[in-house]
């Protein structure tokens, strides 16, 4: 089953929603645009839905206020840090803005992904040849 893209009105929405910092990059995961603080994602888009990275004590918050929404881009998959926004919260610019700056202080907190130095030749290739 191939993903549909996001609609438009949502990647607006999305574009507005993203807090501006020095630790906060944009780039696109799977194809829809996401927002990353310290190289780990914490807000993003994946078809209709738009996602939020939560800690545990407030995923369970989120969970008591809007019920269990727990984001799984394929069936059986889920990615148990990560919430769907509901309706309620994609139309109030306020409470989202609340929610979000509780996903980029808990994604802050994470160790900074490390960058990559070397990259891995490709099987087969030799270092340093030249095709």
Known sequence: MAWT?????LIDLFDKSVPSGES???RKMFGYPAAFANGN??????QDDFILRLSEQDRAR???????????????????????LP???LADARKRA???????RY???IVPKAKSSTRKPLPGSVKGSRA
């Open 87 to 89: 309706e309620e919260l």
């Open 24 to 26: 906060i990059s944009r």
């Open 98 to 104: 609340s929610w979000i700056a509780r996903s980029l």
């Open 41 to 46: 994602l914490f807000i993003g888009l994946h």
């Open 62 to 84: 989120f969970t008591a206020e809007f019920g269990e929404r727990t984001f799984e881009p394929m069936k059986g998959r889920p990615m148990r840090e990560y919430v769907r």
């Open 107 to 109: 994604a802050e907190t």
């Open 5 to 9: 893209k996001s609609p438009q009105s």
